[in-house]
């Protein structure tokens, strides 16, 4: 009895500390623009979303971005990688690819400003189609094009299944408004 308690303590742990959730809702009084944010999981388990580069470790982040005003609708992917080998950089417009398990992929371009760091951040613009093709489909890899050449990162089986579990969320909360 001890055991299946701590099994199901554990499996339900697992669940939960890679719980989606819309951490942000609200209209900009200044703009009157609504921003709607999804992040796939809480800041503190930020770590455990580990993926692995092929030279060293990495951690991924990914949000899912919205603002809507009067007259137009901007969807964004926010990747979020950390890298444990050194720093790279980033240009502005730099590509990013995602492939899927189905060998379908989609091209997205960074918006954000050119950095270096051992960060990389990428904000790219996304169709509501392509957000549609992330909440039904299983990513596979995500490839950032840096100045060094193209990183890809495998994503892990736990964040794949919790990325489309997030782009519905955060599809459903968009769909409000």
């Known amino acids: 009895m001890k055991q299946t308690s701590l099994l199901l303590f554990i499996g339900l742990s697992v669940n939960f500390s890679f719980a989606q959730r819309v951490v942000k809702n609200e209209v900009d009084k200044r703009t009157n623009v609504r921003y709607i944010i999804t992040n796939l999981t809480d800041q503190q388990h930020f770590k455990e979303l580990k993926s692995i580069n092929k030279e060293a470790g990495s951690y991924l982040y990914l949000q899912f971005q919205t603002e809507i005003s009067e007259t137009t609708i901007g969807n964004y992917l926010n990747i979020s990688l950390s890298k444990l ?12 690819v995602i492939l899927f398990k189905d060998n379908t992929e989609i091209t997205l371009k960074n918006s954000d400003l ?16 392509n957000m549609q093709k992330l909440s039904t489909d299983t990513i596979e890899s995500i490839t950032i094009y840096t100045t060094e050449g193209p990183e890809e990162y495998v994503v892990k089986n736990i964040l794949r299944n919790h990325s489309t579990s997030a782009a519905k969320l955060h599809l459903e909360e968009v769909s409000k408004y």
């Open 114 to 129: 050119p950095h270096c760091s051992n960060y990389i951040i990428a904000m790219c613009p996304i169709s509501k189609e």
């Open 85 to 96: 080998n050194g720093r790279t950089c980033i240009k502005a417009n730099a590509k990013v």
